[in-house]
């Protein structure tokens, strides 16, 4: 071949992929403003008071939008700025802050807790010694799911459940299952507070929040209901949504449930993870907050999204999952009145979320089905520049 035909054929390869790239964001695009659509029919088609989504194109939006009232049959719109409860979405600031914090070698993860909280106990006093802070992070402390979560959910103060520990025996070691807890997890809280001398809230503000403007984003309750562009809860009820007060229960675990904030700073979040703020999140952070640790097969027998899932693990309060051949890092979360959703893939550089004020599995069916047109649609259009490689 000639030096000149093989610089056209370079040349020509690279017009190609060029164009094949092009296609595949302008296809991102074109699925995020059907999502649009899809997003606003199927909140009214089941009733849901309102919410917000985005999408996000690693350092862009695609796609900002909101849906509904903030209470159901009033008068006040839900836009990009009303900020919603995170719920368990707030794991995913907990363990990236309290990573920080290992990087600045205020503690390690192989620290038992009971150096830090030596009032905790369980039934057996060998294995309270052998749960480690990396193990409340990444949801491997083998204790029972959810302990105690029954008595959050009738108003039980975190200072009377704590001494409740010590009648229980771990279902499995430390480090070997998977064990989900909020209690436990928000043990973390008590650490930092001592290692930094500073309070969970104000940490959160320093070194998340404020450098990423993210502006109205805020932990507990009275920042909640201090903001006058919130969305209240609802519940879903034979009658419809029904509006219900906010609960202060949850709120106790700041870093399992605590986070406030706006579909607008969720997207600053997500173009965060996705390596766009190295200077506040790093890559060598990122990596670490989304290192796989235990496996969480139940996770494959979620109704929305067992058909899509080949694996899934629990990594520092951040799921991972193995979604259709693609790595998609995920977290969800639901409570009273309020379901949540948030997700992003690292090699495709697309983030999504939802924030809802009415409880109902549309967000999981939405999302599951984003995911996976999302990623048809990419496989079909790599395919077609395998097929001149």
Avoid at 81 to 97: E, I, N, Q, Y
Wanted: charged share 20%; net charge positive; proline share 4%.
């Amino acid at each position: 071949m000639s030096s000149t035909l093989q610089r056209r054929v370079s040349i020509g390869l690279i017009c190609f992929f060029l164009s094949t790239s092009i296609q595949a964001r302008s296809n991102y695009q074109e699925l995020s403003d059907n999502f649009k659509q899809e997003f606003h029919q199927q909140l009214k088609k089941n009733g849901v008071p309102g919410g917000a989504f985005v999408v996000i194109d690693n350092n862009k939006v695609l796609q900002i939008g909101a849906y509904g009232k903030r209470i159901k049959g009033g008068t006040l719109n839900i836009n990009t700025h009303t900020v919603f409860r995170l719920a368990s979405v707030s794991k995913t600031f907990a363990g990236t802050l309290a990573t920080m914090l290992v990087h600045e070698k205020k503690f390690n993860w192989e620290d038992p807790l009971i150096h830090y909280m030596p009032e905790f106990t369980l039934a057996d006093p060998d294995v309270t010694k052998q749960i480690q802070l990396g193990h409340l992070i990444g949801q491997s402390t083998g204790l029972m799911p959810n302990s105690y979560d029954n008595i959050l959910n009738a108003n039980g103060k975190l200072a009377k459940i704590i001494p409740k520990f010590s009648k229980l025996t771990p279902m499995c070691s430390p480090g070997t299952c998977y064990s989900y807890q909020n209690i436990a997890f928000s043990f973390i809280q008590p650490v930092i507070e001592q290692q930094t001398g500073i309070s969970y809230a104000k940490l959160i503000k320093q070194h998340i929040f404020t450098p990423l403007k993210m502006s109205t984003a805020s932990i507990g309750m009275d920042a909640f209901l201090a903001n006058s562009n919130r969305a209240s809860p609802h519940i879903k009820t034979r009658s419809g949504f029904t509006k219900v007060r906010v609960k202060s229960n949850y709120y106790q675990l700041e870093p399992a449930v605590g986070v406030n904030a706006s579909i607008t700073d969720i997207s600053k979040w997500l173009m965060a993870n996705l390596g766009n703020n190295p200077k506040v999140l790093s890559p060598q952070l990122l990596h670490d907050i989304t290192e796989p640790g235990v496996r969480t097969s139940k996770e494959l027998r979620r109704r929305e999204w067992r058909t899509y899932l080949n694996d899934a693990h629990y990594a520092k309060g951040w799921r991972v999952y193995d979604f259709e051949g693609e790595e998609l890092i995920y977290h969800a979360g639901w409570v009273s009145g309020y379901v949540t959703e948030i997700a992003y893939s690292p090699r495709l550089k697309i983030g999504m979320a939802m924030l809802l004020n009415g409880e109902s599995r549309v967000i999981a069916e939405l999302g599951s089905q984003f995911w996976h047109q999302l990623i048809k649609q990419e496989k079909q259009t790599s395919g077609k520049s395998h097929l001149i490689e």
